[in-house]
């Protein structure tokens, strides 16, 4: 009797797991299904996709043909060309923007490019240059875009006639060279707002000195304005005020002080002596 209610207890234990695993596929079937299908389709993608990337890279179709430029200045198509390598009938599939743009960057005059694909067969480089906007010495001869960057040395080809900034230090630039951009980037803005005015042509600028953080303007015909800090607005106002007096009478200034800390409202004139005793003759 004991034999015959184990093998009885054996065959409802078979057929709790034949009900189990039928339960489990009911269950878990079609999810483990849709996770088979999805992992064939993906491989067949993959394959599909490598395919035809090896096409691609092998066909005529995607060889450039043009090239196209634009924002050159100073910089050349030729030598943007050169130092890329972007050569007709590379595959544009091949072709590897960053790496483009990097080498296209290290043109002196060249701030910023973007290289784009334009499939089936042409490329376009969109460039921006630096605006030089004064000249700088750092032992060498730099020259300034407007954010108070020396992006290159000067070379005899440049043909710039730029104001000249002076009192910068080039141990000071290597140490703190943020801190330095900024206070010329600063003496820029100084020089814009100025050269927005109704100037001559001898009250062009031809300097901008720097003594910590006052700014000196400085004219190609020799005049001297001493800004100080701060208030540009105020004070150009003043110096064409003053200018506009001082032409009236007949008058004019070596040196003109914007610069009273103690008196902001005041300006300070130191006129120019007359051309008889500039050159030691006097009038009868």
Same mark, same amino acid.
């Given at each position: 009797m004991a034999f015959g209610k184990s093998k009885n207890r054996r065959r409802v234990d078979t057929a709790q797991q034949k009900e189990a695993v039928k339960g489990a596929v009911r269950t878990h079937g079609p999810s483990v299904l849709k996770g088979l299908l999805a992992a064939v389709l993906t491989a067949g993608l993959v394959w599909g996709g490598l395919e035809l990337r090896a096409w691609a890279l092998a066909s005529p179709r995607f060889q450039l043909q043009e090239v196209n430029f634009t924002g050159l200045n100073r910089a050349s198509r030729a030598e943007l060309v050169k130092l890329s390598g972007l050569a007709l009938g590379q595959n544009l599939f091949a072709l %590897?923007?960053?790496v483009l743009e990097k080498a296209m960057l290290q043109h002196p005059w060249v701030h910023s490019v973007q290289v784009t694909r334009?499939?089936?067969?042409?490329?376009?480089v969109e460039v921006v240059e630096h605006t030089p906007e004064a000249l700088v010495v750092l032992g060498d001869l730099y020259v300034l875009n407007g954010e108070g960057e020396p992006f290159k040395r000067v070379t005899p080809g440049d043909g710039l006639d730029l104001p000249l900034v002076t009192g910068v230090v080039r141990e000071d630039y290597v140490k703190e060279p943020a801190a330095v951009r900024e206070? !010329?980037?600063?003496? !820029? %803005?100084?020089a814009r707002s100025y050269s927005a005015l109704k100037i001559g042509r001898h009250e062009r600028l031809s %300097?901008?000195?720097?003594?910590?953080?006052?700014?000196?303007?400085?004219t190609v015909g020799g005049q001297e304005v001493l800004m100080g800090e701060g208030n540009t607005e105020a004070k150009l106002s003043k110096l064409t005020r003053v200018r506009r007096e001082l032409s009236a009478k007949g008058l004019a200034a070596d040196v003109i002080h914007l610069d009273n800390r103690a008196r902001p409202g005041w300006v300070a004139v130191k006129l120019s002596s007359p051309v008889s005793e500039r050159n030691g003759s006097s009038t009868q």
């Open positions: %590897e923007v960053p334009h499939f089936p067969a042409s490329v376009s206070r !010329l980037k600063a003496a !820029l %803005e100084v %300097e901008l000195r720097l003594d910590g953080a006052s700014l000196a303007l400085v």
